[in-house]
């Protein structure tokens, strides 16, 4: 029986709330002092998970205003119970990524090679959900790791979801899937320390990979800048694996799948990767999200390399080897269609987190080889969504979700969002029209025939076993800068070794690919002598061709659109210097942001109020890709006693990058260690006219004055 007396109503539920008004903000605030905010026209009331509305999310149910709390409190409960069970396993691999979507529009039909939905007629649209991510560090390492970044797209065709799933380089550390899970551990943090994190430059790594001669080409790839990207948004990225496009007919054509960035590539150095891993862990993801946000889509071109049979039998390597790529001055790549990213997502966990990619998800029109990798992929990842999400109706996620008809008798598992309705959940059965879906002989997916024989064995190809030749392709496809960078890299991985012999071997591995790297990298490490090289199991090569589509740098962009100028200002700047330079910077299709010592903003020497984006010491010149230094004679000398001031010069100038500068500026720059006779071409003068800005921003598509880089190694 209620006592009515005693149960207080709405009104007298909260008889002791006070308003407060914060400017911004106004809220109530309960006897205790807690900020309380109620329900009104604009703001929805609070509920359970089970719909029940809370009339207080501050405080739990009590005796008395200090007495015990009570279990029955199923508010309190259900809240704290939801948030226990949070955290789902983060993925073994690529657990750190980011998501965006968007669409893939084909150029042409594809019908003569494919009967792939994508790629059926001119101007197609097809919606994608795109990852991108780190291989080894877990969800909280930072963006700018030496790493493997994974290209993962989702192609939500008209038959159903297809998956290409890949990375940002051609090729990979192992042939058999087999040794994956050796591969990882070894690349993981170390089992007994659980350090390092995100990094390869340790004795495991380096232990496993000296003694896998295959991995040899992949390493010239992570030690190249490709492993520190600018951007998501200015790199390419690869299939991996050889697949193969089958047409109506079943016809079979090879296909190697390559997305090109239409802004053109683009990389970092070493020291910047650490230094901005340092000010912005987030990088990359905060570069994709405020690029499409501020209606910047980046966009790609799937480009794809076919051929037949006749090509595969007469290549130097094995097409199904995923250590190998195919040349593109042997195979060019033939551009199909462009990707545009144009859409952040709407709940990270929701989808970047909770989006399931799968090797195995093709469409008619799309097969597999027989690449031993490719085949353990297809298992693993299947495999692994299970144990991360929990049920396998992971495809009930809407990121996962089919957005074409479906129909199966597949139920039930663990939260089963849509289960088959009616009678029939078998088939064949005899319930006529209520009998459900039937296979489709004409529309389904068919594999394609491909004749095989031989014994049941456990062993590798004799065509895999040329582990170098690849490799020295790679490196001395590279220009003197990139070569150099390599050489650095190896360096200081290997320095991070701390047993001698794991070192000696790996330069021994590298004097199979080019003796001049073996030298330079046997210097760094001090070694006294060089090793013998790694006996190999296939001599090397010495006649491939260099292939410049291998390089960065010979693929840099053809503008300075995308990118980002950091304008260095303080109060008195030139107001017509400043305007001449965002012009043109706006002009190029680029971003310019202002640095000051204070977030509050700067008036120019007109007078204006010119808000500033970052303050001095969280706006360092490692985030953009030129500087700009605009101040006047009291500022330069104000900021030639700030340390980060004097760093914001000198990281610009020990990382290559174009500099423009107002004439006062320069106090700030011989502060910084930049004198006159250190401006080298690199250093651009701005002034009042609108040319001088224009003249920088042209420059500025370099990216770098790497004429700098010698100087600055002997400095």
Sequence with gaps: MTDESTTPNAASACPHLQSVDYGDVKTRRGQGGETRQTADADH????????????????????????????????????????????????????????????????????DITRAA?????????????????????????????????????????????????????????????????????AKAEPDRGFPQAQTAHDNFWDFASLMPESMHMLMWIMSDRAIPRSFRFMEGFGVHTFRLVNAEGQSTYVKFHWKP??????VVWNEALKINGADPDFHRRDLWNAIQAGDHPEWELCVQLFDDAFADQFEFDVLD???????????????????????????????????????????????????????????????????????????????????????????????????????????????????PRENPERGYISHATPESGDKRRIRPESFADHYSQARQFYLSQ???????????????????????????????????????????????????????????????????????????????ESFAGRKVGALVGDGSDASTIKALKQAVEAEGAMLEFIASSVGGIQDSDGNNIPVDEKIDGGPSVVYDS?????????????ANDATARDFVSDAHAHCKFVGFSGDAAVLLNAAGVSE??????????????????????TCRNLRFWERQELVDQT
């Design 262 to 267: 239409k802004l053109g590539m683009q990389s």
């Design 479 to 557: 220009t003197a800068v990139e070569r150099q960078h390599i050489a650095d890299a190896f360096v200081f991985e290997l320095s991070k070794v701390q047993k001698t012999a794991i070192r000696e071997r790996l330069v021994a591995g590298l004097l199979n690919v080019d003796e001049d790297l073996a030298k330079r990298v046997a210097q760094g490490l001090g070694l006294e002598s060089l090793p013998e090289p790694v006996p190999a199991a296939a001599t090397t090569r010495t006649d491939l061709v260099e292939s410049r589509a291998l390089s960065i740098l010979l693929n840099g962009p």
């Design 118 to 186: 994508p790629f059926q007629a001119k101007g197609k649209k097809t919606d994608v959900f795109v990852r991108f991510s780190t291989v080894a560090g877990n969800k909280g390492s930072a963006d700018l790791a030496r790493d493997v970044r994974g290209f993962a797209v989702k192609f939500y065709t008209d038959e159903g979801n297809w998956d290409l799933v890949g990375n940002n380089i051609p090729v990979f550390f192992i042939q058999d899937a087999m040794k994956f899970p050796d591969l990882i551990h070894a």
């Design 677 to 698: 006779s250190d401006r080298d071409d690199g250093y651009l003068p701005l002034t009042d006219e609108s040319r001088t800005a224009e003249a920088f921003v042209q």
């Design 44 to 111: 929805p009331t609070l509920t359970t998970q089970q719909g029940v509305p809370v009339a207080d999310d501050q405080n739990t149910l009590a005796i008395g205003e200090r007495g015990p709390k009570l279990l029955e409190d199923f508010v309190m409960r259900d809240k704290i119970f939801h948030f226990d069970h949070e955290r789902i396993p983060e993925r073994v691999v690529h657990a750190r990524g980011f998501g965006a979507k968007g669409y893939f529009e084909c150029y042409e039909p594809l019908t």
């Design 627 to 639: 500087v700009a230094v605009i101040l006047d004679e009291t500022a330069a000398h104000t900021l």
């Design 322 to 436: 995923a250590t190998k790529l195919i040349p593109e001055d042997l195979v060019p790549a033939k551009p199909i269609g462009k990707m545009v990213l144009n859409q952040t997502v709407d709940n990270f966990f929701a989808e970047t987190e909770q989006v399931a990619f799968c090797t195995q998800n093709v469409v008619p029109g799309i097969d597999f080889t027989n690449d031993p990798l490719l085949q353990g992929r297809n298992f693993s990842y299947l495999d692994t969504q299970l144990k991360r999400l929990g049920s396998p109706n992971f495809t009930h996620l809407p990121v996962n979700a089919p957005r074409c008809p479906m129909a199966h008798f597949m139920q039930d598992g663990h939260m089963a969002v849509s289960n088959p309705t009616g009678r029939a959940n078998y088939e064949p059965n005899s319930w006529g029209e209520a009998g459900g």
